[in-house]
C-alpha cells in the first residue's frame, strides 16, 4: 500500500512551478530561503486588505504554526478507517467540544482513498478556539467585524481545513463548528472547482472525527512513528522534517453484555460524550474542558450479523 504525498506548504507549492522558482530568485536570490523567511516576505507582499491577500496571509500563518510545533503529520491506517471516521454520526454544532491531538496536523490517506467518488488528498488542519485564531492571523489581518461578531463566543471552536489542487493552488474551508452545516451548505452553492465543495466536506468531518476517535481511544491508537507502507516525501523534504504518526484501527470484540436478568445481543458500536465532572477528577484529565472526553462503545454481536470496522 502507498500513501498519498505528504501536504505541501506554499514555498513547497512555489518551488516546484517554473514561474515561482524565478519569483523565488527575484525575491531572495541564489541562497535557499527559509520557510519562516518566505512567509514573512509573502505576508508583507501580500497585506494589502484584499481577500485574497487576507486569505494567503491567514494560510502561511497556519503553515507556520504547523512548522514551529514539529510539523505533525497524522496517517491514517486503512482505508476502513477512514470510512469509519466519514460515515460516524456526531453533532458538531451543539455544545460539541474535542481537544485535538495537536492544534495544527496534516492529515495523510491511503492513495486512491474515496468518499463519494473523491478521491482523498492530504490536508493540512487547524483546530483551535476563536479567540486562539484571531490571535494566530494578527491585528493586520483581522478586521473590527471578525472581533465584534456577537453571534461567536472567545472559546466556541472552530476548524480550518486545506489541500492542494491538481493546479496547485489551495481550496480551503473555515468554520466554526457551530455554523459547520451552513458552512458546508452555503460553498455547496457556489461549488469550489475541481469537486473542492466535496473534498472539503469529507475532510473536515474526518478531522473531526479522528479528533473523538483519538479521544475515545485515550489516545492509545496514536502511534509514533512512520508506517510501513510507502510514503511520497515532497521534494527536499526527508522524513526527518515531519513529526509522523499513525493511527490504528480498533479491533477489539465485544461478544455480549448485561446482567443475569438481560442480555443484549447486539448493539451498533457508537461513541458517548464525557460530560460528568468526575470523568475529569483524576491528574490527566484535570486540565480538560468538561465535555471535551469521549468514550468507544463496543458492538455486541452475538450472532454475527454486524460487520463493521470496529468489531
Sequence with gaps: MKYTTLYRDQLEITKSKPMGKKSLKALFGKKPASFQKY??????????????????????????????????????????????????????????????PFESFAMVFPENTEINGVTLKSALVTIMTRKEFINLYGPSIVTLQDLLCADYSDDELCIAVHYETASGSVDTNFSHLSKLSKTL???????????????????????????????????EKLEKGYPSSAISLPQSKSKAS?????????????????????????RIPHYRNLRAERFYKKDKYKNMKRGSRWTFVKEVDVYGSVNTLLS
Excluded at 59 to 82: D, H
Excluded at 197 to 215: D, E, K, P
Excluded at 249 to 263: A, L, M, T, W
Design 242 to 266: 515531519y513529526k509522523a504518526v499513525t493511527i490504528r484501527s480498533f479491533k477489539e470484540k465485544q461478544s455480549s453484555v448485561g446482567d443475569s436478568s438481560r442480555i443484549v445481543t447486539h
Design 39 to 100: 512567509a514573512r516576505t509573502m505576508k508583507d507582499i501580500c497585506s494589502d486588505y484584499t481577500q485574497e491577500g487576507k486569505n494567503i496571509c491567514k494560510l502561511l500563518n497556519e503553515e507556520l504554526q504547523w512548522r514551529k510545533n514539529g510539523s505533525p503529520v497524522i496517517f491514517l491506517e486503512t482505508k476502513e478507517l477512514v470510512s469509519y471516521l466519514y460515515e460516524a454520526k456526531f453533532n458538531f454544532e451543539e455544545d460539541f467540544n474535542v481537544t485535538p
Design 185 to 219: 451548505k452555503a460553498n455547496a452553492v457556489s461549488p469550489l472547482p475541481n469537486s473542492g465543495t466535496n473534498m472539503l466536506q469529507a475532510l473536515t468531518q474526518i478531522a473531526l472525527s479522528l479528533c473523538v476517535y483519538h479521544s475515545a481511544t485515550d489516545g
